[in-house]
């Protein structure tokens, strides 16, 4: 039983979302087929056979059983391999509610029916990893069940591998949720991505995902944080490169450091003539 406070355990290796390789940019995916009706996905949807939208706006690419939606599947059933070998810190029992954990890998041994809040305490560069099922059969469920973030915290730092399906209703969930089978989703908010069919094969795939009465879901392409870089995945800004030869006029940007102290200054070049040295007029400004 797990006591209704932090479990004091050292960190385990990192598992960022991007250790789902392509898969990482899915919101959505299924070995199946992906059904979202009344809902909102912010991410990348792929399924192995088709995608049905109703009344279901989707920030992202769609793929229906193209090369895009089988390599994102075959690189979330490595992922899910890889997660299904990880050990265990520790067993937990109970529906979590009131419990606080630090980082660590957390195992049910069958199913596990969440309710109540928990909370996951630990600094930006902390993991968590969830699994359920570890002696081989077992469904994650979760009604009006809440995870919160605290202490700096990753949402996507956050895994759950599951045995077999997954169901969240009316629940505020966050983190990546690897099924074995399928995963459906009514109303609430889900902060990560679902990935369902992890017990199939590229050559076979299984595995449904299913939203519907209002669920909202934000993939981790959009909110996940690598350890350390608080930028979550946006690529950093690239300087605009300057070509600072003489007569080649203003270009918008300030290459050197020759503003002496005076951040109002820019040695951005003005005029001039090609091929004759010197500035036309200077700029000051």
């Known amino acids: 039983m797990v ?11 990192a598992l960022a979302a991007s250790f789902l390789g392509s898969a990482e940019s899915f919101a959505l995916l299924a070995g199946g087929a992906v059904t979202c009706t009344n809902s909102a996905v912010t991410g990348d949807v ?14 992202g690419t769609v793929h229906q059983g193209d090369a895009a939606a089988a390599t994102a599947y075959a690189d979330f059933l ?9 050990p265990c810190d520790q067993t937990l029992t109970g529906t979590l509610a009131g419990v606080t954990l630090t980082p ?5 041994d069958a199913a596990a029916t969440l309710t109540g809040t928990l909370t996951l305490m630990g600094p930006v560069t902390g993991t968590w990893l969830f699994k359920i099922g570890t002696k081989g059969t077992g469904a994650l469920t979760g009604t009006n069940f809440s995870v919160v973030m605290a202490g700096g915290g990753q949402p996507c730092n956050v ?12 629940s505020n969930f966050q983190g990546t949720i690897l099924a074995g089978a399928d995963i459906t989703v009514t109303g609430g908010t889900f902060n990560g991505d679902a990935l369902a069919g992890g017990a ?6 299984t595995g449904a995902v299913t939203l519907t009465t209002g669920a909202v ?4 392409a959009a909110t996940a944080t690598v350890p350390g870089d608080n930028d979550c995945h946006q690529p950093k800004p ?7 030869g003489v007569g080649n006029g203003p270009e918008g940007c300030d290459p050197g450091n020759s503003n002496q102290g005076d951040d109002d200054r820019s040695n951005d070049e003005r005029g001039g003539t090609p091929g004759h040295p010197g500035r036309k007029g200077g700029n000051n400004k």
């Open 217 to 220: 879901v934000a993939g981790c």
């Open 3 to 13: 006591p209704f406070a932090a479990l004091l355990y050292g960190p385990s290796p």
């Open 104 to 108: 660590g890998v957390y195992c049910f």
């Open 46 to 59: 792929g399924a192995g056979t088709v995608v049905t939208q109703t009344i279901c706006p989707v920030t």
């Open 200 to 205: 199939g094969t590229t050559a076979v795939r």
């Open 78 to 86: 490595s992922a899910y391999a890889t997660l299904a070998s990880t």
């Open 238 to 244: 690239k300087h605009k490169p300057c070509n600072q």
């Open 159 to 170: 895994n759950w591998w599951v045995a077999q399906a997954a169901t969240m209703t009316t």
